[in-house]
């Protein structure tokens, strides 16, 4: 077990023991094994439409496995060229914010063909409800907060239902329109029920598995746990955000779309193809998680008592790499906390450290990305073999893709659990090589040089946050919480500063 594994377990227990419960979380939830099996078919399925026949298999987190990751910096960049952010496909330089709007298409179309899929042209529209109001206290502010559910228009297929379910709180006092932080989170109440002696259920096939199968070659990992929503490790981050006058605003990711490959039948993913199987270039769950990120954006957007163009977006690990995909494809988000998000987030593809392409491309992570994807971690096929060099772009470009928008890369550190796995380094590399796009846009970018490949990781709660473009490895597990007065300090400073 990974210090990681061990922090995200003692959490579970510890949740197991709020809910009073005599027995620990089972290993095997009711339904596990029929959503392995039928994660197993779509991703045998999408396998067939590639023409892909052998697929490598993914890393293992464990040092001690035959195919473990490679963990020696030395032997991390075997691909150390990156695509270039600044170079149209035509071989143009891009020198001009004009030119970047070119550019930003080529870049956009790479991703969404390549890496996460496309949004379907028809998505059905969502009706906003206030299902409730009510008042209550954080720390010493008053809080509104209200209950949101955004129904998706299923008339098109009634078998599969969508509501996304949303929290927004403001403070009760302020003074006029706040900014709010967008937060994905885990879906609290369907982990009570799942942690509670099986009901009987009724309703049980609507709740979406929140449990994925273990990835090839890899000890099986929980999503993150809610950060802190007792308050016993201090602050949670909507104290820390009403406290500096912000709202808040948390978004249930499965709400949206199922965090598993059986759940892309289902979903809005599901919805849209009426429950038929994906196309290569489909959305993956990342890009639905997004899409549902501006959805609630549209919302925010009708609220007085949100100021609209102050709208951030955050998450941790998968949520993480969602928050950084909303604000890379959602220009309306004005800037982004990107917690701990690893591989398909902010680390380079590239890189040969930790996670790798391969672990995104078995039946345990795919569903995040599009079908497409699996082609970078095929060992034979019809059209031959292909490896993470052939990624037409790279994270730092997804990076690239926020610019001028206040961007924040969060990371913690391996002996608290933030694990080595992620990738800190590559992370950091992926934020260096974004910079370039900063400075053409008229952004301040880290500040730290542009020599992505040889330029040392700052230290351990070194904050570069002088500019739009920020970095900070706290010193905590794999969480951001520790980074939240940092970044809202930095987001008010620059927004101040403009
Ligand atoms: C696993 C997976 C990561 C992911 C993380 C998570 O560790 O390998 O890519 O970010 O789970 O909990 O979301």
Not at 145 to 174: C, F, M, R, W, Y
Not at 323 to 339: N, T
Request: charged share 25%; with cysteine; hydrophobic share 35%.
């Amino acid at each position: 077990m990974t210090l990681r594994n061990a922090a995200s377990t003692g959490l579970l227990l510890a949740f197991a023991l709020v809910f009073g419960l005599a027995h620990p979380v089972s290993a095997q939830p009711p339904g596990m094994a029929e959503m392995q099996a039928a994660t197993r078919k779509d991703h045998q399925n999408m396998m067939e439409q590639l023409g892909i026949t052998k697929l490598r298999p993914g890393k293992n987190a464990d040092v001690k496995a035959d195919n473990a990751a490679n963990y020696n910096e030395e032997l991390a960049n075997p691909y150390p060229d990156l695509p270039e952010a600044l170079t149209l496909a035509n071989g143009e330089k891009v020198t001009t914010p004009e030119q970047w709007q070119a550019r930003r298409g080529e870049i956009i179309e790479d991703f969404e063909r390549e890496v996460y899929g496309r949004v379907p042209k028809d998505v059905p529209s969502v009706k906003w409800e206030v299902k409730s109001t009510t008042e209550k206290k954080i720390g010493d502010i008053d809080v509104i907060e209200k209950q949101l559910e955004g129904v998706v228009d299923n008339s098109a297929h009634p078998e599969i239902e969508v509501k996304i379910s949303a929290t927004l709180g403001v403070p009760k006092n302020a003074s006029g329109p706040v900014p709010v932080l967008m937060m994905f989170t885990f879906d609290f109440s369907a982990f009570a029920r799942s942690v509670r002696p099986a009901p009987k259920a009724p309703d049980a096939k609507d709740a979406p598995a929140k449990d994925e199968p273990a990835k090839e070659g890899q000890a099986k990992t929980p999503p993150p746990p809610p950060r802190n929503p007792f308050g016993f490790m201090g602050p949670s981050p909507n104290e820390h955000l009403v406290k500096a006058g912000w709202g808040y605003c948390s978004l249930v990711a499965t709400s949206i779309q199922p965090d598993n490959g059986a759940g892309l039948t289902k979903g809005i993913i599901g919805l849209t193809n009426k429950g038929q199987f994906r196309k290569p270039d489909d959305w993956g769950s990342l890009r639905a998680w997004a899409w549902g990120a501006s959805r609630t954006l549209d919302y925010l957007e009708t609220e007085p008592t949100v100021d609209a163009k102050r709208v951030g977006i955050e998450g941790v690990s998968r949520y993480g790499k969602a928050a950084l995909v909303a604000m890379a494809f959602e220009p309306r988000f004005a800037v982004v906390l990107v917690g701990s998000s690893g591989e398909g987030g902010a680390k380079l593809h590239r890189r040969n450290f930790g996670e790798a392409v391969e672990n995104l491309t078995g039946s345990g992570g795919y569903h995040w990305m599009a079908g497409n994807f699996l082609k970078y971690g095929t060992a034979e096929s019809k059209f031959g073999e292909k490896t993470a060099k052939d990624l037409p772009v790279d994270s730092h470009q997804l990076i690239a893709l926020c610019a001028p928008r206040l961007t924040f890369i969060s990371y913690g550190i391996p002996e608290k659990g933030d694990a080595n796995w992620l990738d800190q380094r590559g992370s950091y590399m992926a934020t260096l090589a974004a910079g370039p796009t900063f400075r053409l846009l008229g952004a301040k970018d880290l500040g730290a040089g542009d020599d992505y490949l040889n330029t040392p990781l700052p230290k351990v709660n070194e904050s570069l946050l002088d500019g739009d473009l920020a970095w900070r490895q706290h010193d905590g597990g794999h969480t951001d919480l520790p980074n939240f007065p940092h970044f809202l300090e930095w987001a008010n400073k620059r927004w101040g500063a403009k």
